[in-house]
C-alpha cells in the first residue's frame, strides 16, 4: 500500500513564509524556497504552499514562483490559494506544481471542479474544506483567510466532500477548524465519519501538536495524508523523529 | 552532457521532468515535431491526465507514428507507460501506441484502498535491468494514477497496492514507470540517471 504521508503546509507571501518560522533550531522567516528545502531534505512526503494573500485580493499565485520551487523540489507539492479558472490552474501545473488545491471558489462555483478534473484528471485536483462543528454535525466554511468575510457556507461539511469527490476531485484535504492551531490533536470524529463516505484519499488538517496525534489519526482515522503547519515550522517536531515514532508504532512511512 | 529530447504535447507534466533531468545535468530539448522525435538520441514521453486526450494531442501532432518507428531509449512515465500498451478502459476502451501488449484497467477502490492510487509505495523489484539499476530493497516512489497497466513478462518491478500493480515495465528499448521518477526523491534521480546513461 502507499506509506502514510507527512505533509508541511507553508504560508506564503510575496514568495516569504509569513509565519514565524523556527526549524532546526533558529529562527528563519524564510524565504519559501530556502524553507520547502530544508523541509525536503528532512523527509516531508509532500508540501502545500498556500498563498494567503491571493484569494482575499482577488489575484492569483505567482507562477514564477510555482516554476522555482519546481525546479528545486524532488517531492511532489500542491499550490492553493486564488485559482478560479481552468486557465489558472493549468498555469501552476505547468509551471511544475503537481497538485492544484481550490476552497471557496468551488464552493461558489462547484463545477469548477469538475472543469479542471475534465482538463487536467481528478489526480491534479485537491478540495480543500474548511469545517466547523455546528450543533452535532459540521459545516463549511468559507473566505477563511479573510476575518471580515470569512463565515459559514451554508454546507454540511459531509455533504460537500461527497459532492466535491462526485464532481472529480482527486483528493480532500479536510481542515477542522476547531482544532486548527490548538495542537491538542486532530479531529477524529469528524475525520473518521469523512473517511466512511469517501474512497479517493483524505488528507488531515488542523490540531496537530505532537508526534501522537499522528498516530492517532491514522490508526484511528485511517487518512492518507496528515497536514500539519505550525508544529513543524515551531521546532516542535522535527520530521525524521516524528516518522522514526510512527514506525515503531507499526504505521508504514517512507524513511 | 547528456542529451534527452521530452515530448511536448500538451498533456504532461513537462517542467517537472525537464527539472529533474536539469538537476542530474542533462541537456533537455521539447520536441513538438515528427522530425524531431525521429532525431532524437533518447526520448521521454511524459503524460497526466486522460488517456484519450493524450492520444488525440499525440494524433493533432502527427507524431504517432514517429513514436511507434523510435527504436532507441524511450521512456514513458506514469500517463506515458500506459499509453505505450493497447487500449485503456478509460474513455471506453481507447486505443493507445500499442507498443506493448495489454489492456490498461481502471484501479477499483475496496476497503483501505482508495482511488486515485496517490503516495509513496515501495518497488518490488522482479528482475533485474539497467533502469533500476543501484536501487535497494528501500526503494520508495512517489505514485499517482487510477488506471492500472498490465502485469506480467514485461513487468520490472511492482507496487503492491492490494493487487500487484507495474511501476516499471520494458519491452525491447521501450521503457516506463507508473510512478513520477521527478517527484521521487533520490530513488527518482536514480531511475533517470540510469536512463540517461543507457546506450542509445
Not at chain 1, 486557465?87 to 505547468?94: H, S, Y
Not at chain 2, 514517429?66 to 474513455?91: D, H, K, M, N, Y
Request: aromatic content about 6%; glycine content about 12%; hydrophobic content about 40%.
Amino acid at each position: 500500500m502507499t506509506a502514510r504521508r507527512i505533509i508541511p503546509c507553508l504560508d506564503v507571501k510575496d514568495g516569504r513564509v509569513v509565519k514565524g518560522v523556527r526549524f532546526e533550531g533558529h529562527v528563519d522567516m524564510g524565504d519559501a524556497a530556502e524553507l520547502a528545502a530544508r523541509y525536503r531534505d528532512a523527509g516531508a512526503d509532500e508540501l502545500v504552499f498556500y498563498d494567503i494573500t491571493a484569494s482575499p485580493e482577488g489575484r492569483t499565485l505567482d507562477y514564477g514562483w510555482v516554476r522555482d520551487i519546481a525546479r528545486l523540489l524532488d517531492i511532489p507539492f500542491c499550490v492553493a490559494g486564488g485559482i478560479r479558472t481552468v486557465e489558472q490552474a493549468g498555469r501552476c501545473l505547468d509551471s511544475g506544481a503537481d497538485k492544484v488545491s481550490v476552497n471557496t471558489p468551488a464552493l461558489q462555483r462547484p463545477e469548477l471542479v469538475g472543469e479542471l478534473a475534465g482538463r487536467f484528471g481528478g489526480q491534479s485536483v485537491v478540495v480543500g474544506v474548511d469545517s466547523r462543528r455546528s450543533g452535532d454535525d459540521w459545516m463549511v466554511h468559507q473566505y477563511t483567510g479573510d476575518p471580515s468575510r470569512s463565515g459559514a457556507a451554508g454546507r454540511r461539511t459531509l455533504d460537500w466532500i461527497v459532492e466535491a469527490q462526485d464532481l472529480g476531485a482527486g483528493e480532500i484535504v479536510l481542515n477542522c477548524m476547531d482544532e486548527d492551531g490548538v495542537r491538542r490533536g486532530y479531529d477524529l470524529e469528524q475525520l473518521k465519519a469523512a473517511r466512511a463516505r469517501l474512497t479517493v484519499p483524505l488528507v488531515a488538517s488542523g490540531g496537530a501538536g505532537e508526534a501522537r496525534h499522528f498516530r492517532e489519526v491514522f490508526e484511528q482515522a485511517d487518512v492518507s495524508g496528515a497536514l500539519a503547519a505550525s508544529v513543524f515550522h515551531s521546532g516542535a517536531l522535527a520530521i525524521p523523529e516524528l516518522k522514526a515514532a510512527l514506525a515503531v508504532a507499526g504505521i508504514e512511512v517512507r524513511p | 552532457m547528456s542529451e534527452v529530447a521530452v515530448l511536448s504535447y500538451g498533456a504532461g507534466n513537462l517542467a517537472s521532468v525537464s527539472f529533474a533531468l536539469e538537476r542530474l545535468g542533462a541537456r533537455v530539448h521539447l520536441v513538438d515535431t515528427a522530425e524531431a522525435v525521429a532525431a532524437a538520441e533518447r526520448l521521454i514521453l511524459p503524460g497526466v491526465g486522460a488517456a484519450g486526450y493524450a492520444m488525440a494531442r499525440l494524433g493533432e501532432l502527427g507524431l504517432i507514428e514517429s513514436i511507434r518507428a523510435f527504436t532507441r531509449p524511450l521512456l514513458g512515465v506514469c500517463l506515458g507507460q500506459q499509453l505505450l500498451f493497447e487500449t485503456s478502459e478509460e474513455g471506453g476502451g481507447a486505443p493507445l501506441l500499442g507498443l506493448i501488449p495489454g489492456e490498461v484497467r481502471r484501479l477499483q477502490a475496496g476497503p483501505g484502498r482508495t482511488v486515485p492510487h496517490m503516495g509513496w509505495s515501495r518497488l518490488e523489484i522482479m528482475r533485474d535491468d539497467p533502469l533500476l539499476e543501484g536501487l535497494g530493497d528501500e526503494s520508495w516512489a512517489y505514485f499517482v494514477h487510477s488506471f492500472v497497466c498490465p502485469d506480467g513478462p514485461t513487468t520490472l518491478a511492482r507496487a503492491d497496492y492490494g493487487d500487484p500493480v507495474p511501476a516499471a515495465v520494458r519491452m525491447a528499448n521501450r521503457w516506463g514507470c507508473q510512478f513520477h521518477p521527478e517527484r521521487s526523491s533520490g530513488t527518482g534521480a536514480r531511475i533517470l540517471r540510469n536512463f540517461l546513461e543507457l546506450p542509445a
